[in-house]
């Protein structure tokens, strides 16, 4: 059994098949590529238990994700993250089973780590050297984390009113620091232009190339194996690009062409913040895609994604699941943050407790039934948000 099954890279919007094995970004359409692999081979060499007794990091699934040699792994120990009862808060809200996937616990404290461990792994296996991106902060001090401990060099453009931790993240390890006087389109227009004029790097933006969704799609294969390949009924995702939402659903759709889970799949709620709300806005009009989200700002800040390039995968992921897209303001934001610290001490991030603002408002409104277990992920530590919290 060979150590990865990728066997190429599909595009979702018109059906190219590419090569997997070179530098790509986006399909000569426009469209990001996914990864596909040959599901035969796992069903026929790997079964969930075998899966069950390995190391307990997100590498436990290699056959699932795309990095072909054991030798070009680069991990920090990330994955395999508690799935938390949340009993009190749960109780409170009316939502007697909910769960937290507590992606605080991760290294650089939020769940990029993932898309940067496998990222940074597959781009070192296909030769690159030098990898640059706009960053909302997170993803940037993930990847150059993980691209120090290649040997790699990290170019990283982030907004002025990043979380002032991320920069200190970015510099430590070594990487060049670009800061942008305007949101994350502006740093990734900054990066288009800077690397026209220097020579080998990879722009791996938000999903320009293929692999960073494959490591955060592991989010999803571990909910299922910790819930003992039994699939909850709701699964809320604060949305910025939404790499992690169509990442879930990838994870499970193919646990279901596996044969490891069955039933209908969750349903996938894509949580943003009334401030920025641009794939809100598309499923209530019923729209395919996003519009661009004027003068956007939240205190969740890693979900200012005004305009995303994967939107019409969220809809789709959405859509398909009989899920659907909320938007919940800063006020309910906070507060809920304050509260899952109160009532379960667990200290975490906006964009995470944007999920709990919405399951309480998917409760009221009747959208979650009684009885549902529900997972929100948070996913990140609320140690990289100190100025969110009073003193
Ligand atoms: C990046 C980020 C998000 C949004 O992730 P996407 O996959 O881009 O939608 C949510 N929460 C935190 C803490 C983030 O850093
Ligand atoms: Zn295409």
New binding site residues.
């Given amino acids: 059994m060979r150590f990865s099954s990728l066997s190429h890279l599909e595009c979702p919007q018109c059906g190219l098949i590419h090569d997997a094995d070179q530098v790509i970004g986006l399909c000569t359409c426009g469209s990001p590529l996914l990864a596909r692999y040959d599901l035969d081979e796992v069903r026929a060499g790997l079964t969930k238990d075998s899966v069950s007794s390995r190391p307990a990091d997100l590498w436990r699934y290699h056959e699932l994700l795309p990095v072909r040699s054991v030798e070009n792994v680069v991990s920090l120990g990330e994955g395999m993250t508690p799935l938390l009862p949340l009993p009190a808060y749960g109780r409170e809200l009316g939502v007697e089973r909910l769960l937290m996937k507590d992606e605080g616990l991760i290294p650089t404290g ?1 769940f ?1 780590a993932r898309g940067a461990a496998v990222g940074v792994s597959r781009a070192l296996e296909v030769g690159v050297r030098k990898i640059a991106m706009p960053t ?1 902060g ?2 940037g001090s993930a990847w150059a984390t993980y691209a120090a401990r290649a040997g790699m060099e990290a170019l990283i453009a982030m907004p002025l009113a990043a979380p002032e931790i991320c920069r200190r993240e970015v510099t430590v390890v070594g990487a060049e620091l670009k800061l942008i006087d305007g949101l994350i389109g502006d740093a990734g227009a900054w990066i288009r232009s800077e690397l026209a004029a220097r020579e080998g790097y990879q722009d791996v933006s ?1 999903l320009k190339e293929p692999y960073r969704i494959e490591g ?1 799609k592991t989010m999803g294969l571990e909910i299922a194996e910790q819930l003992g390949w039994k699939l909850p009924d709701v699964i809320l995702y ?8 169509i990442g879930i659903w990838k994870a499970l759709l193919e646990l279901k062409a596996l044969g490891w889970v069955d039933g209908p799949l969750p349903r996938l709620v894509a949580v943003q913040a009334t401030g920025c709300a641009p794939i809100v806005q598309a499923w209530e009009k019923g729209l395919p895609s996003s519009e661009p989200w004027p003068d956007a700002h939240t205190v969740a800040f ?2 200012t ?1 005004p305009k995303a390039l994967g939107d019409f995968l969220v809809l789709q992921a959405i859509a398909e699941t009989d899920g659907c897209a909320v938007a919940v303001d800063d006020a309910d934001i906070l507060a809920a943050q304050r509260r899952v610290a109160s009532l379960e001490g667990s200290f975490i ?1 906006p ?1 995470g407790a944007a999920n709990f603002a919405a399951v309480r408002q998917l409760r009221e409104s009747g959208w979650i039934k009684p009885g549902e277990q529900v997972v929100a992920l948070n ?2 530590t609320g140690l990289k948000y100190p100025e969110t919290v009073p003193l």
């Fill in positions: 939020t990029k909302n997170n993803a938000t955060k604060p949305t910025g690009g939404g790499v992690g939402l890693g979900i994604v991030c964009e996913t990140g």
